[in-house]
T-cell receptor, first 116, second 113 residues
Framework: AQKVTQAQTEISVVEKEDVTLDCVYE???????LFWYKQPPSGELVFLIR??????QNEISGRYSWNFQKSTSSFNFTITASQVVDSAVYFC?????????????FGKGTSLLVTP | NAGVTQTPKFQVLKTGQSMTLQCAQD?????MSWYRQDPGMGLRLIHY???????DQGEVPNGYNVSRSTTEDFPLRLLSAAPSQTSVYFC????????????FGNGTRLTVT
């Protein structure tokens, strides 16, 4: 079963629009970690943020913000005033004890295209 | 710091050939792993290692072998390449604690004809 679901396969917005990328996860562990990664067209994977299961405080970093809600098992990512440079594939990932010793389980990714 | 270094960047193999994808990290990370990325599939874990001398299988281990003789190196071996192994391969490492983020190499694009 898919542990991390990113229901939005592709999103297209016009520059300066706000956009939210959804991430829903599934785990039975009480201690787990959630991550977001960015993969720009150049192909590298860039770490954006980590959240612990016991810290539901939302976080803002410049134009980026993350909303972690344990009640709905969601860890959504919002880009405010999007820019062309935000065009990338974004991956949400879950780290839990599981069968692979806290290996990262990735969602299938959301491809974001920001047009001028 | 070089971080995580993967070689080669590109490789074309014929069905049945074998090869080794190299991965080295210079951050003294205990944990290393290999993922493959296929269109629409996200990243899937092939093998991982929690320290030198210790390896284990991930979600899609068939057709691949790994070894971890040193902390720095974690090579991935394709024993007999198949077209289904055409993919982009990423090596990643992190500290030994579960909350540490993975640091990724730049990937190897492998095509098997």
């Amino acid at each position: 079963a898919q542990k991390v679901t990113q229901a939005q396969t592709e999103i297209s917005v016009v520059e300066k629009e706000d956009v939210t990328l959804d991430c829903v996860y599934e785990t039975r562990d009480t201690t787990y970690y959630l991550f977001w990664y960015k993969q720009p067209p150049s192909g590298e994977l860039v770490f954006l943020i980590r959240r612990n299961s016991f810290d539901e405080q939302n976080e803002i970093s410049g134009r980026y913000s993350w909303n972690f809600q344990k009640s709905t098992s969601s860890f959504n990512f919002t880009i405010t005033a999007s820019q062309v440079v935000d065009s990338a594939v974004y991956f949400c990932a879950l780290s839990e004890r599981g069968d692979s010793g806290y290996a990262l389980n990735f969602g299938k990714g959301t491809s974001l295209l920001v047009t001028p | 710091n070089a971080g995580v270094t993967q070689t080669p960047k590109f490789q074309v193999l014929k069905t049945g050939q074998s090869m080794t994808l190299q991965c080295a990290q210079d951050m003294n990370h205990e944990y290393m792993s290999w993922y493959r990325q296929d269109p629409g599939m996200g990243l899937r874990l092939i093998h991982y290692s929690v320290g030198a001398g210790i390896t284990d299988q991930g979600e899609v281990p068939n057709g691949y072998n790994v070894s971890r003789s040193t902390t720095e190196d974690f090579p991935l071996r394709l024993l007999s390449a198949a077209p289904s192994q055409t993919s982009v391969y990423f090596c990643a490492s992190r500290r030994g604690t579960a909350d540490s983020p993975l640091h990724f190499g730049n990937g190897t694009r492998l095509t098997v004809t």
